[in-house]
């Protein structure tokens, strides 16, 4: 896993120089930061273009997943798509829905991290 760039890296990159609101309290900024420390150990995963009914979709998240569930971090994943081939108006797509989310939940049968941590979110 790649380290995070620094926070004044970021800053530059966003051409931001003050990332506080300007009539913040020291207090304030001194709080956010202290914040932004204790959050230097999550991850933030987007996985874009998911279809679960796509097998091998769901075969390279089972990898990415059984890969953090062995990392000493804590994860968030967004994971962004249609999830599946059908539109679920239309005739078979509710069943192609349930069918593809029943696929996406076997992916997390080597996870239980995962799995606590999606059921404690639910």
Request: charged residues 25%.
């Amino acid at each position: 896993m790649l380290d995070p760039e620094s926070r004044s890296a970021t800053l530059g990159a966003m051409d931001i120089s003050d990332p506080f609101h300007p009539r913040m309290r020291p207090r304030e900024i001194l709080a956010k930061q202290e914040a932004e420390i204790e959050d230097k150990n999550v991850a933030i995963v987007i996985i874009s273009d998911c279809c679960f009914a796509n097998q091998v979709v769901c075969d390279n998240l089972r990898i990415v997943f059984t890969n953090y569930e062995t990392q000493d971090t804590e994860l968030l994943f967004v994971l962004l798509g249609c999830f599946t081939n059908k539109d679920f108006n239309s005739t078979g797509g509710r069943e192609a829905a349930k069918a593809a989310f029943v696929a996406f939940g076997e992916t997390l049968t080597d996870c239980p991290r995962l799995r606590e941590e999606v059921c404690a979110c639910v």
